[in-house]
């Protein structure tokens, strides 16, 4: 794998096992809980929607490359932003990380700046412009899971949200 193409999906992986491991660490019993936020969804729902996350990595890297992913087109038939339980989630968390690694083994670097049509903007965007919009969505919500784990006074710290490097 090229390096940039390389040392992003590096990024996107360890944001993956960041919200897994954030996910482990959810209350069973607390997927309904109804966070003191107006408007706020409940943990599980909000599993569903780290689902919904990382199913937009899968979509932007078959927009890429229809013909070689064609069997990512499966995976729109998943269900995503509904109530999930933290089995389910660990499960297509894993089936949507094998994807995406499969996507970036095609990739190379120079393809980064290329032009991709997307359903919000026709004349496209940029593929590294998808990817980290994707990557900022994923690091957004596994931060909302944090906070969720935090009001439940789940003992959680700085270590469980991110990765230090050189450790």
């Known amino acids: 794998m090229e390096p940039l193409c390389a040392a992003l999906l590096a990024k996107i992986e360890e944001q993956i096992e960041r919200s897994t491991h954030l996910i482990e660490m959810l209350p069973a019993d607390r997927l309904e809980w109804q966070p003191p936020i107006p408007g706020a969804w409940t943990p599980g729902v909000l599993l569903g929607h780290l689902l919904e996350c990382l199913a937009g990595f899968c979509a932007v890297l078959y927009a890429v490359e229809p013909e070689r992913l064609r069997h990512f087109a499966g995976l729109r038939q998943l269900p995503v932003n509904h109530l999930c339980g933290t089995d389910e989630a660990r499960d297509r968390i894993g089936v949507y990380g094998e994807h995406i690694y499969q996507g970036f083994e095609l990739l190379r670097d120079s393809q980064l700046g290329q032009a991709v049509p997307t359903i919000f903007v026709g004349v496209g965007e940029r593929l590294l412009t998808l990817l980290l919009g994707n990557l900022e969505h ?30």
């Not at 931060?143 to 050189?166: E, I, M």
């Open 138 to 167: 994923l690091i957004n919500h596994k931060n909302q899971l944090f906070t969720y784990l935090k009001l439940l006074d789940v003992g959680v710290s700085s270590r469980d949200l991110y990765h230090f490097r050189g450790e």
